[in-house]
Structures are given as structure tokens and as C-alpha cells.
């Protein structure tokens, strides 16, 4: 009929507007981070680690500035390793006593160490061992090929920081400074580091029972938790921050270096393990062969043990 309204129309209305995406349009997280492929160097977040770089991240107008917190980061590294020292005496003394024990234990005063946790005590310990000599070589790296070497007095560091924090675009340490940070700094690091690997090491290998072997692994390994926790604890929230801000270093992807660390981080504990083992002083009594043992050991044994 002329003049009646028409049926409304079935089909969707026609938009212009792009169709909806699942996902909007990213890069991979190595690209927004700016890492290329290769190894990456970060500066350790502990006492080391901020005393090599806190004379130049901050500026120092007077002396009073510089005291509170140039000051304190050295007096802090100086406090490190004073503890650490004592502490490593006084475990080479202690090692000292155990082996004793073993010379002349009695039954009853020791027993023989299970050979599969003697290697896993002593792995997981040289891992953190390892890892200590592995920031020493990555410091030396950072400290050496990519903080800029300037002639004259220390300045201090400049940052790209259109996206945040960038690359060093200023600034730099002297020579005299880097020699100073190898010689107080890395070098004691590195002297601690082997001095535990070898106490440490023989710590837990006369242990007089596979308790005692679990807790001087934990024992010794806090020893070189120290310095990251004097650092927690007394630096400053600027200084920490400024520290754990700052960017790592790219270095360049080269297969020899990678697998010489790789050999490094697992052949090296790996190879400690069975020279401690063969060096170490057993102790004769079996724990399962005590007349009083109240629980008897279980007649399948790990291992062989």
C-alpha cells in the first residue's frame, strides 16, 4: 500500500571503522630492553659493586657530601672485609678441631659420610663459590672495557636517558681510579673467594656426620653472603637504588668466552667435588652398625650406601 512504512532491514549497518585486532602490535622484551644477543655484565648489587661505582655516579661539591656517602661505601667495604677475614680464621680453626676428631674418634663420635650428599653438599656450595669468581672476571670486564678510561681526574658517569636508563654517553674513570677499584676492591674479593674454596672446602669434607656436613655447607656459604647483607642493611635507599638502577653492559657474543664460562660454572665445582672426595679423611663407623641406633637404617641403600 502506497505511503506504508517498509519492513526494517535484516542486514548488520555498514561502519567504516578497522576491524578489532586479537592483539595489539609488540616487539620481543630483548628488543624494548635494548639487549642484542650476547653475554650481559651487571654490576653486583653488594658492598663490592657499589664501592666500585659510587665515586662516580654521584657528584661530591664538598667534603661533608662526600663523607656521607662515598665515605661510608669505603668505610662499609673496609668493615666487609675485616668480618670476612676474621670469619675465615676462625673456620680454618674450626676445620682444624674436626679433623682432629676424626683422627682420634671413638665409636660413637663420628661416622662415615654418605658418598651422593657428600657431593651434593659440596656442589651446591662451590656453585656459590664459583659464582663469587665469576662477578670478580665480570667486574674486571665491566671495570676495564666498558667504563670509559679519562685522562685527568674521575667524572662522573652521564646516561642516556631518553627511554630511561641508557648507555654511558659521559664521563669516566681515570686510570688511577681503575687501579685502586682492582687493587681494594676486586682483588680482596677475589682473594676471599679462594681462600673459602679451599677452607670451605675442607671444612665440609671433615665433617664428622652427615648432619654436621649439611650445616657447614649453610655455615660456610653465609660467609659469602655477608657482604650483600651489610650492604642490604646499611647502605643508603639512594645509594642502593642508584646502584641496582644502573644498566648492564652488552658484551660482545664470542662462543669461546661463553663456553669457557659455561666449563667455568660446571666443570670447575664438578672437578672440586671428586678432588675433595679423594682427599678427604672418613671416618670408619657406620651410623646403620651402632648397636644403639633406635631406628635401623633401611635395607635398600642410595647409592649403594
Not at 585486532?21 to 624494548?32: M, N, S, T, W, Y
Amino acid at each position: 500500500m502506497e505511503g506504508s512504512p517498509e519492513p526494517p532491514s535484516t542486514e548488520p549497518p555498514r561502519t567504516d571503522a578497522p576491524p578489532k585486532v586479537a592483539f595489539a602490535e609488540g616487539k620481543p622484551l630483548r628488543q624494548i630492553l635494548g639487549y642484542e644477543k650476547g653475554r650481559i655484565l651487571a654490576v653486583p648489587t653488594n658492598v663490592y659493586g657499589c664501592s666500585m661505582l659510587v665515586g662516580v655516579l654521584l657528584e661530591y661539591p664538598t667534603t661533608a657530601d662526600w663523607l656521607a656517602t662515598c665515605g661510608q661505601t669505603y668505610f662499609r667495604l673496609a668493615f666487609n672485609n675485616m668480618l670476612q677475614a676474621m670469619l675465615l680464621l676462625a673456620l680454618d680453626q674450626l676445620d682444624v678441631w674436626q679433623y682432629d676428631v676424626l683422627k682420634n674418634a671413638a665409636e660413637g663420635d663420628c661416622y662415615r659420610l654418605m658418598g651422593w650428599f657428600f657431593f651434593i653438599c659440596h656442589m651446591l656450595f662451590f656453585f656459590v663459590v664459583t659464582q663469587e669468581f665469576v662477578q670478580c672476571f665480570e667486574m674486571i670486564e665491566i671495570l676495564i672495557r666498558h667504563i670509559p678510561t679519562v685522562e685527568g681526574t674521575s667524572s662522573t658517569l652521564l646516561f642516556d636517558d631518553k627511554d630511561g636508563p641508557g648507555s654511558i654517553v659521559g664521563g669516566g674513570m681515570s686510570k688511577a681510579r681503575k687501579a685502586v677499584l682492582l687493587v681494594f676492591v676486586i682483588l680482596p674479593k677475589l682473594a676471599i673467594a679462594s681462600a673459602m674454596l679451599y677452607i670451605g672446602g675442607h671444612f665440609l669434607s671433615t665433617s664428622s656426620s652427615n648432619t654436621d656436613l649439611l650445616l657447614n655447607a649453610l655455615a660456610a656459604t653465609f660467609i659469602l653472603d655477608v657482604d650483600e647483607q651489610l650492604y642490604e642493611l646499611l647502605a643508603p635507599d639512594m645509594i642502593r637504588a642508584l646502584v641496582e638502577e644502573t644498566p648492564p653492559f652488552a658484551a660482545p657474543h664470542k662462543k669461546v668466552v661463553m663456553h669457557m664460562e659455561l666449563m667455568l660454572k660446571v666443570g670447575l665445582p664438578l672437578m672440586l667435588c671428586a678432588i675433595f672426595w679423594a682427599e678427604s679423611t672418613s671416618c670408619p663407623y657406620d651410623p646403620c652398625d651402632w648397636e644403639y641406633a633406635s631406628n635401623p637404617c633401611p635395607v635398600t641403600r642410595i647409592f649403594g650406601y
